[in-house]
T-cell receptor
Framework: EAGVTQFPSHSVIEKGQTVTLRCDPI?????LYWYRRVMGKEIKFLLH????????ESGMPNNRFLAERTGGTYSTLKVQPAELEDSGVYFC????????????FGPGTRLTVL | GDSVTQMEGPVTLSEEAFLTINCTYT??????LFWYVQYPGEGLQLLLK?????DKGSNKGFEATYRKETTSFHLEKGSVQVSDSAVYFC?????????????FGKGTRLSVIA
């Protein structure tokens, strides 16, 4: 069974540009989460999808971040326009509805905004 | 709100040394507790978990016991190997069942030298 995959693994962009990150969860996992780790800080929750619906987006930092999950499969996280403080590693995780919160993580996307 | 505090790293040990990484938490209700590990170049992997007080999670020689009276979930291993070099994250979820976001500690980098 394939794990959670994320693309790209690295992205370097300039301030003001747009970047879109993609996450493919484990097949059949209804729950999909985005997290972010800024250098030296905790991994912070961004948002949670259940299928295609946003269950909780309380961690989204501002309206420059837009997440979608069309058809309840893969998800994208767009940052537009990117700012320096958006640099960090963006993790995606997925879980089933009955997994008692065991979340399976992808390798992350390292975003660098110059 | 909920929070996790874990010992600051980095931690450097010789092979076969005993490892303890301290983790304490603040949460309302009855959280589930987790240790995740991130090996170099890889994503987060679930190492072990415990869902109620006095439960002991164990995997790959690592152990942690859910101590409600001291709100702790310290990670231990009796004899570390070079292959255990990684970053270790303590985390909690706010409910014992269901699917809720994880709250992470800052991570502890472990280096094991031969």
């Amino acid at each position: 069974e394939a794990g959670v995959t994320q693309f790209p693994s690295h992205s370097v962009i300039e301030k003001g540009q747009t970047v879109t990150l993609r996450c493919d969860p484990i097949s059949g996992h209804d729950n999909l989460y985005w997290y972010r780790r800024v250098m030296g800080k905790e991994i912070k929750f961004l948002l949670h999808f259940v299928k295609e619906s946003k269950q909780d987006e309380s961690g989204m930092p501002n309206n420059r971040f837009l997440a979608e999950r069309t058809g309840g499969t893969y998800s994208t996280l767009k940052v537009q326009p990117a700012e320096l403080e958006d640099s960090g590693v963006y993790f995606c995780a997925s879980s089933t509805g009955s997994s008692r919160n065991t979340q399976y993580f992808g390798p992350g996307t390292r975003l660098t905004v110059l | 709100g909920d929070s996790v505090t874990q010992m600051e790293g980095p931690v450097t040990l010789s092979e076969e040394a005993f490892l303890t990484i301290n983790c304490t938490y603040t949460a309302t209700g009855y959280p589930s507790l987790f240790w995740y590990v991130q090996y170099p170049g890889e994503g987060l992997q679930l190492l072990l978990k415990a869902t109620k007080a006095d439960d002991k999670g164990s995997n790959k020689g690592f152990e942690a016991t859910y101590r409600k009276e001291t709100t702790s979930f310290h990670l231990e291993k009796g004899s570390v190997q070079v292959s255990d070099s990684a970053v270790y994250f303590c985390a909690l979820s706010g409910t014992r069942s269901g699917n809720t976001p994880l709250v992470f500690g800052k991570g502890t980098r472990l280096s094991v030298i031969a």
